[in-house]
């Protein structure tokens, strides 16, 4: 996905994922982060824990719904937040149409 987003617009592209619960249901620690980064294959991005809702507190994240992510402006601007699976497409349009396209 990355790289097809990338070819078709010319956008430089980057994913961060803050988990704030681990499985056990208490608040995300780095082991949480480990066994998580593990779980999905130990991707290139980094995986942080947000297990005091930080990140949440700063954006229209409520942690309502999983997962819930923001498009971020290379400004880290919040271009939007959105919920539920497949929402990363309109995480994409989000920045698509930041930039014009």
Do not use: W
């Not at 919040?78 to 929402?87: D, K, Q, R």
């Amino acid at each position: 996905m990355t790289r097809e987003f990338k070819k078709e617009t010319g956008l430089p592209f980057k994913f961060l994922f803050a988990i704030y619960e681990g499985g056990s249901g208490a608040p995300a620690d780095a082991d949480d982060c480990e066994d998580y980064a593990d779980y999905i294959g130990n991707p290139k991005f980094p995986v942080f824990a947000d297990g005091n809702g930080k990140i949440a507190a700063h954006t229209p994240i409520d942690q309502t719904m999983n997962p819930q992510m923001c498009a971020l402006s290379d400004e880290f601007e919040i271009l939007g937040c959105l919920e539920g699976h497949g929402a990363y497409e309109e995480a994409l349009d989000e920045i698509r149409n930041h930039a014009g396209l």
